[in-house]
């Protein structure tokens, strides 16, 4: 029996370890790129001697406004993200405590989520043209906010009905209103669910494309957008291109490591009541 539970366990690393290097393969493979020369990063096959250099991610910083796109990108996504979780948070604290027909409230907002983004562009498109408000950072939130909001609502409600309503009551008994027991009571409670729904929510605008490329010029432009417009008359310029993703994915990285405990509690939390 001891011997079967450890060949077991072999095999189940095994699988594991393949099933990382599946998914870690291409992150290496670009950090790789981006720390090669522009020549050698065209050779086939690939030289694996080939010396390592900053180059890539110099030249991408100090041209193209690319650390204005970055910019762009990380404050579009950080007020959507904080509009979307404030006002998502209060509906559904309301939809898990108050609303008579709560199921029909989510479907209600799932079908809105169900409705697909290529179907918005052209009324947006025109929406925003009509009220001057292209190429700024308030038409991107307006968008991001069409389908990050409902996420954060649908996601938020589970974790609301998660606590218990006998706290509701409690603080009722001690004095509280409505409006102090979720801000005292609740909210506290259901933080883990809301960063892990912040940080996806943050990371859908922050990977957004199709809006972005439709309804930016070059001053409200993102890290998305710029990384696909990364094409001069010599070609793509691969390296520079791999070193531009690394950067990208920075903020996301450093987002879920800061709120690491929160976010494998949080995925958890509105499964079990």
Not at 109 to 114: D, F, G
Request: overall charge positive; proline content about 4%; charged content about 10%.
């Amino acid at each position: 029996m001891h011997k079967k539970y450890i060949i077991g366990r072999v095999f189940i690393h095994i699988g594991l370890i393949i099933t990382s290097l599946f998914f870690l393969l291409p992150l290496l493979w670009i950090l790789r790129t981006s720390l090669i020369s522009k020549v050698e990063a065209y050779q086939i096959p690939p030289n694996w001697s080939a010396s390592f250099t900053l180059e890539n991610y110099i030249n991408v910083l100090n041209g193209n406004s690319y650390l204005q796109y970055f910019f762009n990108s990380f404050g579009i996504s950080i007020i959507t993200t904080v509009i979307a979780v404030i006002f998502g948070a209060m509906a559904s604290y309301w939809i898990a405590r108050f609303a008579i027909k709560v199921n029909a409230i989510k479907i209600s907002v799932l079908l809105i989520q169900m409705i697909p983004p290529v179907v918005l562009i052209i009324p947006f498109s025109m929406i925003i043209s009509q009220m001057r408000l292209s190429d700024t950072w308030i038409s991107l939130i307006i968008t991001y906010l069409s389908f990050t909001l409902p996420y954060v609502m649908w996601m938020l409600v589970g974790f609301f009905e998660g606590v218990p309503k006998d706290l509701d009551e409690a603080a009722k008994i001690d004095g509280c209103n409505s409006l102090q027991t979720y801000f005292r009571i609740v909210l506290p409670l259901a933080m883990p669910g809301i960063m892990a729904t912040a940080v996806y929510s943050f990371i859908v605008s922050w990977n957004e494309f199709m809006y972005a490329l439709n309804l930016t010029g070059l001053n409200a432009r993102t890290v998305p957008v710029a990384i696909a417009n990364m094409d001069t008359s010599q070609g793509v310029q691969i390296a520079e291109l791999c070193a531009s993703v690394l950067i990208g994915i920075i903020p996301i990285i450093i987002l879920s490591l800061f709120i690491k405990k929160y976010l494998v509690s949080g995925l958890t939390f509105g499964s079990v009541k």
